[in-house]
């Protein structure tokens, strides 16, 4: 069967998928990389109607996979949002960061959400992951979005795991902060020893975006870049 056969073929039998089989369809096109328009809005059509029968994984499951695969549908997300807001409290710190990073991603930019994930997060910011530290400041900065009481209780948690982020996330988060203006001499102090610490894995591309960031936050110590 060709694979336009297969596709719908699946598609005539989305109404009797269970929500996890819904969202395994959707996850898997993800990761393989195989953007199927066509199914992927059949599938939509399918699960919003059922969205608040799904679990918390599920629910990060599949706005994750929609924005791996780029696939922007309003009223899809507004549904979603709708639905993700009630549910914040059940998210694992992973479902968070996943969540808020899923957005942004897809430049969805809704401060209903984001005001309630923050004050749902920031008491559970010490249990994130570096890599979850990262996606979380990292789509603030993309929102652009500004609250104080977030921005100081990360880089106070931040400060402590430095040395557990790669050159990757280490550059990033500097871009981060610059994007939202927030300069923090012991941040960044502590963040030049950890970058240096691992100077040889940085790419030069890291290195400048690193640069430019210290630059545009003035941070006096020129021992970076």
């Not at 109607?49 to 929609?66: A, H």
């Not at 990033?172 to 020893?193: G, S, T």
Request: aromatic share 10%; charged share 20%.
């Amino acid at each position: 069967m060709s694979k336009i056969n297969t596709t719908i073929a699946a598609i005539d039998r989305l109404n009797k998928f269970t929500s996890e089989q819904l969202v395994c369809s959707i996850w898997e096109l993800a990761h393989l990389n195989d953007h199927n328009q066509e199914f992927e809005d059949a599938c939509m059509a399918v699960a919003t109607p059922q969205l608040n029968t799904f679990t918390s994984k599920q629910l990060v499951n599949i706005i994750y996979s929609l924005a791996k695969l780029n696939n922007y549908d309003q009223d899809f997300i507004d549904a979603w949002i709708a639905t993700a807001v009630l549910r914040l409290k059940e998210f694992s710190t992973n479902h968070l960061a996943m969540s808020i990073a899923s957005l942004a991603t897809l430049a969805h930019h809704d401060q209903k959400f984001i005001d309630a994930w923050i004050a749902i997060t920031i008491p559970q910011l010490d249990n994130f992951t570096p890599e979850q530290l990262d996606w979380s400041i990292y789509a603030l900065a993309n929102f652009g979005h500004h609250d104080k009481n977030f921005r100081d209780t990360w880089v106070q948690i931040a400060t402590s795991k430095l040395k557990k982020f790669n050159s990757n996330q280490l550059t990033w988060i500097m871009w981060a902060l610059a994007c939202l203006d927030h300069h923090d001499q012991e941040f960044e102090d502590a963040w030049i020893e950890a970058a240096i610490s691992q100077l040889n894995n940085f790419t030069l591309k890291q290195i400048e975006i690193s640069a430019d960031a210290l630059d545009k936050l003035n941070h006096q110590n020129q021992t970076f870049g």
